[in-house]
């Protein structure tokens, strides 16, 4: 299993759903602005979408989709059956949301210019922590148990951080409880993030 990421994108939280399910994926980091893989060369060659992540499993076949890629980690994780009927509905519901209005809204402001543009991406991804805020009602985004959904909201959380985004109180005490991990801790000693 191979898996494509560039060190702190939305890639960071494949990079922990996948330890999290017990995998050891053989780790290719990706230069996003170049296309290039460090130790192989093209990376269009494998995404021509050439943006991150790619998990290619052993077939060989590469998944791209941050959300695709979560999904199928949690329904191979080992010891975990994976989420089924309504509750499936519900984490897929989760990740497209979080990817959608989360992610998507959170990375453009990183890379547009104009204060406006960027002010109103970021004032519409803190009203959206704030949303989850008052929805997680339990130790987790979708109950006791860590999902990969909560894997990227650790992965937009983090990005807040970076630009001192007010974060609501809840999530100051998830982001700890998420960081205490020992696969995030290793997913961030791996990509360079600690």
């Given amino acids: 299993m191979k898996y494509y990421y560039s060190p702190g994108t939305s890639a960071l939280a494949g990079h922990i759903a996948l330890l999290e399910a017990g995998f050891e994926p053989e780790l290719f980091q ?4 170049t296309r290039t893989i460090d130790r192989t060369g093209d990376y269009l060659a494998v995404n021509p979408k050439g ?4 998990l ?8 791209t989709e941050t959300v695709a890629i979560l999904d199928w980690i949690d329904q191979h994780t080992a010891g975990h059956e994976g989420a089924s009927g309504m509750e499936r509905h519900r984490l897929l519901e989760t990740l497209a949301f979080l ?3 989360v992610q998507k809204p959170f990375a453009f402001s990183f890379f547009l210019s104009g204060d406006e543009a960027v002010a109103m991406l970021r004032s519409m991804v803190e009203e959206r922590f ?3 805020a008052g929805q997680m009602t339990e130790r987790y985004l979708l109950g006791p148990r860590f999902s990969v959904a909560d894997a990227l ?6 990005w ?12 100051l005490a998830y982001i700890a409880d998420v960081e205490a991990r020992r696969t995030v ?3 961030l000693w791996e990509e360079g993030l600690n």
């Fill in 130 to 132: 704030v949303l989850i």
């Fill in 153 to 158: 909201l650790y992965v937009t959380l983090r």
């Fill in 56 to 63: 290619e499993i052993e077939s060989g076949v590469p998944l």
């Fill in 185 to 187: 801790q290793r997913a």
């Fill in 99 to 101: 990817s959608t209005e």
């Fill in 51 to 54: 943006y991150v992540p790619v």
């Fill in 160 to 171: 807040a951080r970076m630009i001192e985004m007010p974060i609501p109180e809840r999530m």
């Fill in 30 to 33: 990706v230069d996003i602005m």
